[in-house]
């Protein structure tokens, strides 16, 4: 029996059967080095997913794992109620990259935990309750934040939390009644404003947005959108929380975070996943007069936020992320990746779009260009034909027709290369079975 047969025999049996697994022959992974993984049966995959967009610096950074084992010598937990100085250092090191004025930070282990709290720092700093999420987003498993995603396949169970109202998202390729982008991003913003207006007080605590929806399918929110709607917010008493758990570390290129492809300015932010190249740990950003609202409300800790040894591996990441995997080089590599992706749709009529900014590239496949018809199934089988070339790479979007296409920060250009080849073969073997 092959090892792979038998560890997901034994997955079957005790783990439980709702965590999806990729592929219609589950893939269990051994080793990684760099921008290569290797299953458990010794089989080499150029990885084009990171781990959802987590693995930021590569497999087995050398860096990350230096500072890991230094922590582990001095202290490995200590939770909150005692400051640790990896903790306070990242914290410091982090306020240099985050937007001017969010430079104090709530540490967590999980994305979920970090929009759970900056929804509940909202409602305290406001005094109001309703929050404005969009339609396609994705906010993670709690009862809350499964509230907060605006896609019923992603809700397990009866979960409905009142207080939290959906708007329309601007997702261009699917505008309504054949609008123009312009037109459209309008359309959804007077949305925005009828929804306050009719399924609330009319007083919220928040909007929040991902400036692109990751398991949504990479829909990348226009700048005159998300403007447009910081203000709408602003103006019914809300703050504004942009969730950059996959957006965020220099992924999108040029800046260090998705949402400065516009002008907004968040009032809180949102981070996890590639923050600490694999660790579980996350952060809220904010000004200091909305932490500080906080103080007084109620009693609260972190048992494991702000771990010294998650902390420390961060620390590595994003010495790693300003020395030699910039937001500068991630916009160079994305669009070298943007420009093979394009060419491969003038190859393939089953490509219906492909968008995206910098490491963060998606792709939505159709049965048909002119009627737009969603194809899962191709989406399946390209997943399917790439790993069989050796590359692996994810999906996503409310139709579960989108490929999302996203490496290591340290991608080169022979990596895209390598992939885009990939690609092809993929993409050639599932055209020819249309």
Same mark, same amino acid.
């Given at each position: 029996?092959?090892?792979?047969?038998?560890?997901? %025999?034994?997955?079957? #049996?005790?783990?439980?059967?709702?965590?999806?697994?990729?592929?219609?022959?589950?893939?269990?992974? !051994?080793?990684?080095?760099?921008?290569?993984?290797?299953?458990? !049966? +010794?089989?080499?995959?150029?990885?084009?997913?990171? +781990?959802?967009?987590?693995?930021?610096?590569?497999?087995?950074?050398?860096?990350?794992?230096?500072?890991?084992?230094?922590?582990?010598?001095?202290?490995?937990?200590?939770?909150?109620?005692?400051?640790?100085?990896?903790?306070?250092?990242?914290?410091?090191?982090?306020?240099?990259?985050?937007? $001017?004025?969010?430079?104090?930070?709530?540490?967590?282990?999980?994305?979920? !935990?970090?929009?759970?709290?900056?929804?509940?720092?909202?409602?305290?700093?406001?005094?109001?309750? $309703?929050?404005? =999420?969009?339609?396609?987003?994705?906010?993670?498993?709690?009862?809350?934040?499964? %509230?907060?995603?605006?896609?019923?396949?992603?809700?397990?169970? /009866?979960?409905? @939390?009142?207080?939290?109202?959906?708007?329309? %998202?601007?997702? &261009?390729?699917?505008?309504?009644?054949?609008?123009?982008? #312009?037109?459209?991003?309008?359309?959804?913003?007077?949305?925005?404003?009828?929804? @306050?207006?009719?399924?609330?007080?009319?007083?919220?605590?928040?909007?929040? *947005?991902?400036?692109?929806? +990751?398991?949504?399918?990479?829909?990348?929110?226009?700048?005159?959108?998300?403007?447009?709607? =910081?203000?709408?917010?602003?103006?019914?008493?809300?703050?504004?929380?942009?969730?950059?758990?996959?957006?965020?570390?220099?992924?999108?290129? &040029?800046?260090?975070?998705?949402?400065?492809?516009?002008?907004?300015?968040?009032?809180? *932010?949102?981070?996890?996943?590639?923050?600490?190249?694999? *660790?579980?740990?996350?952060?809220?950003?904010?000004?200091?007069?909305?932490?500080?609202?906080?103080?007084?409300?109620?009693?609260?800790?972190?048992?494991?936020?702000?771990?010294?040894?998650?902390?420390?591996?961060?620390?590595?990441?994003?010495?790693? *992320?300003?020395?030699?995997?910039? /937001?500068?080089?991630?916009?160079?590599?994305?669009?070298?990746?943007? !420009?093979?992706?394009?060419?491969?749709?003038?190859?393939?009529?089953?490509?219906?779009?492909?968008?995206?900014?910098?490491?963060?590239?998606?792709?939505?496949?159709?049965?048909?260009?002119?009627?737009?018809?969603?194809?899962?199934?191709?989406?399946?089988?390209?997943?399917?034909?790439?790993?069989?070339?050796?590359?692996?790479?994810?999906?996503?979007?409310?139709?579960?027709?989108?490929?999302?296409?996203?490496?290591?920060?340290?991608?080169?250009?022979?990596?895209?290369?390598?992939?885009? $080849?990939?690609?092809?073969?993929?993409?050639?073997?599932?055209?020819?079975?249309?």
């Amino acid at each position: 029996m092959k090892k792979s047969t038998e560890l997901i %025999t034994k997955q079957k #049996k005790h783990l439980w059967p709702n965590q999806i697994l990729y592929y219609a022959d589950p893939l269990p992974l !051994d080793r990684g080095d760099g921008m290569y993984v290797w299953d458990v !049966d +010794g089989n080499k995959y150029l990885d084009f997913f990171a +781990g959802i967009l987590t693995t930021s610096v590569g497999h087995n950074n050398g860096r990350v794992r230096q500072r890991i084992n230094e922590q582990l010598d001095k202290l490995i937990h200590s939770s909150t109620l005692y400051p640790n100085q990896a903790h306070i250092e990242y914290a410091e090191m982090l306020a240099q990259i985050t937007p $001017e004025g969010l430079d104090t930070f709530y540490f967590g282990a999980s994305g979920t !935990d970090a929009d759970e709290t900056a929804v509940l720092m909202a409602q305290v700093h406001t005094g109001n309750t $309703e929050i404005i =999420a969009l339609r396609h987003g994705y906010s993670g498993k709690s009862q809350l934040a499964m %509230t907060l995603t605006g896609q019923g396949a992603w809700r397990m169970g /009866p979960v409905h @939390i009142g207080y939290v109202r959906h708007a329309m %998202t601007p997702y &261009t390729y699917r505008a309504l009644g054949g609008l123009d982008e #312009k037109s459209f991003v309008q359309a959804c913003l007077d949305d925005l404003q009828d929804v @306050i207006k009719t399924m609330t007080s009319g007083k919220i605590a928040a909007l929040i *947005m991902e400036p692109i929806q +990751g398991v949504g399918g990479f829909i990348t929110l226009p700048p005159e959108y998300m403007e447009g709607a =910081a203000d709408i917010a602003r103006a019914h008493g809300g703050l504004v929380i942009i969730d950059e758990v996959q957006t965020g570390f220099g992924r999108t290129g &040029t800046h260090w975070w998705g949402h400065q492809h516009s002008a907004v300015k968040p009032d809180i *932010m949102t981070m996890a996943k590639g923050i600490a190249n694999g *660790m579980p740990l996350s952060a809220v950003a904010t000004a200091p007069e909305i932490a500080q609202s906080a103080v007084g409300a109620g009693l609260t800790i972190s048992t494991f936020g702000g771990n010294p040894i998650a902390c420390a591996a961060a620390i590595g990441t994003l010495e790693e *992320m300003m020395e030699s995997y910039t /937001p500068a080089r991630s916009a160079a590599i994305g669009q070298l990746l943007e !420009d093979g992706l394009h060419a491969l749709a003038k190859k393939y009529p089953l490509i219906g779009e492909v968008r995206g900014r910098g490491l963060m590239q998606g792709v939505e496949l159709v049965s048909d260009r002119q009627s737009k018809a969603a194809a899962p199934q191709h989406a399946n089988a390209v997943m399917e034909a790439a790993r069989k070339t050796g590359l692996l790479i994810g999906k996503g979007g409310m139709l579960g027709n989108s490929l999302r296409i996203a490496p290591p920060l340290m991608a080169a250009q022979e990596h895209v290369e390598e992939a885009l $080849e990939k690609l092809d073969l993929a993409f050639a073997h599932v055209q020819e079975s249309v």
